[in-house]
């Protein structure tokens, strides 16, 4: 079987099962209970491999590019922290205060959990586009409004580089909505993002920046209609705010809405490949030594994108020589 495979098996079966409750356990391993982690582990990794018995653990996770399960349940327990019970105690890896709000099911509103909107309203006074652009980590979105096919006016702003082209997207959809309710005025807000339609019809989101945004369309449901447009097929007015929305990076004016829960996520993933490298360097065995003189740091892409170390090429070379040291 292919090996690429088998590691997204891994990932999304194995470790997931293995893992279960690492957001409660996860943050106080003793070395026994670490011990025991990296035996089961180590069954999985022998079978991937097809190593030998007598193959070093530590190098096993290497050459696969899968971290040790103990640094990854310590991310678990983190993210477990800082999300859902907005500890500030690891501030050091992201400031809580510009981190979107995890929200409890019971605490939204049912009226606003599941919201129907109409695609098109019959009696609109404008028509509005919206669209979120990022381009080289930069971030923003563009609200174009439409009275009788004529642009009247143009929002561009740009957001934070954590911020995610979602959260762009139903940022512009809500302002499009406030600025309805400001003007009182009824509007057909059409996007191309089926994601942020997703979002809004969901009644399982649990970000704070979404549901108030769910709070606010609710609120001006009898005002709006919301449709979505497919992209880059020659709609004049999705055509404009696609272009309106790249000159958000250069002129766009600042627009605060807090990080992303991906956001964390990416981080976590940065702090699980430190920690491996610390965890990794610390060897100091003779084998690990020796290993480490070809591969000096670890990664979790190195079965997939290293082309002349795979496993099966560098098993017979690098555990080789680990094994006999």
Same mark, same amino acid.
């Given at each position: 079987m292919n090996k690429n495979l088998l590691k997204i098996w891994y990932y999304t079966v194995i470790e997931k099962a293995l893992l279960y409750g690492a957001?409660?356990?996860?943050?106080?391993?003793?070395?026994?209970?670490i011990d025991r982690l990296h035996s089961i582990q180590r069954i999985f990794l022998l079978k991937f491999t097809r190593a030998f018995r007598t193959s070093y653990t530590n190098v096993l996770n290497v050459l696969t590019g899968i971290p040790p399960?103990?640094?990854?349940?310590?991310?678990?327990?983190?993210?477990?922290?800082?999300?859902?019970?907005?500890?500030n105690e690891y501030n050091t890896?992201?400031?809580? /205060?510009? %981190?979107?709000?995890?929200?409890?099911?019971?605490? =939204?509103? *049912?009226?606003? $959990?599941?919201?129907?909107l109409d695609s098109k309203i019959s009696n609109?006074?404008?028509?509005?586009?919206?669209?979120?652009?990022?381009?080289?980590?930069?971030?923003?979105?563009?609200?174009?409004?439409?009275?009788d096919e004529i642009n009247i006016q143009n929002y561009l702003f740009k957001l934070n580089?954590?911020?995610?082209?979602?959260q762009a997207e139903l940022a512009a959809i809500e302002f499009a909505v406030n600025w309805a309710v400001k003007e009182k005025v009824k509007v057909n807000i059409h996007t191309d993002s089926l994601s942020s339609i997703s979002a809004i019809n969901s009644a399982s989101t649990r970000s704070e920046f979404v549901n108030k945004g769910k709070s606010n369309i609710f609120k001006a449901k009898d005002m709006i209609g919301l449709s979505?447009?497919?992209?880059?097929?020659?709609?004049?007015? /999705?055509? %404009?705010?696609?272009?309106?929305?790249?000159?958000? =990076?250069? *002129?766009?004016? $600042?627009?605060?809405?807090?990080?992303?829960?991906?956001?964390?996520?990416?981080?976590?993933?940065?702090?699980?490949?430190?920690?491996?490298?610390?965890?990794?360097?610390?060897?100091d065995s003779a084998s690990g030594i020796r290993v480490r003189g070809y591969i000096n740091q670890v990664s979790?892409?190195?079965?997939?994108?290293?082309?002349?170390l795979s496993v099966d090429m560098v098993h017979s070379h690098l555990t080789f020589i680990a094994l006999n040291s």
């Open positions: 957001s409660v356990w996860g943050g106080a391993l003793t070395k026994n209970q399960l103990h640094i990854v349940a310590k991310a678990e327990f983190i993210k477990f922290r800082i999300w859902v019970n907005r500890s890896i992201f400031d809580i /205060n510009l %981190l979107d709000k995890y929200v409890p099911f019971k605490n =939204i509103p *049912s009226r606003q $959990k599941l919201i129907n609109a006074d404008y028509e509005i586009y919206t669209d979120g652009s990022r381009i080289e980590n930069e971030t923003g979105f563009a609200v174009c409004i439409l009275k580089t954590y911020n995610s082209v979602f979505w447009v497919k992209a880059h097929v020659g709609i004049p007015g /999705n055509e %404009l705010a696609d272009q309106q929305a790249k000159l958000t =990076i250069t *002129s766009g004016e $600042k627009f605060v809405i807090p990080a992303p829960y991906s956001h964390l996520k990416g981080l976590l993933k940065n702090y699980i490949v430190n920690k491996w490298n610390e965890y990794w360097n610390s060897y979790p892409k190195f079965l997939i994108h290293n082309k002349f």
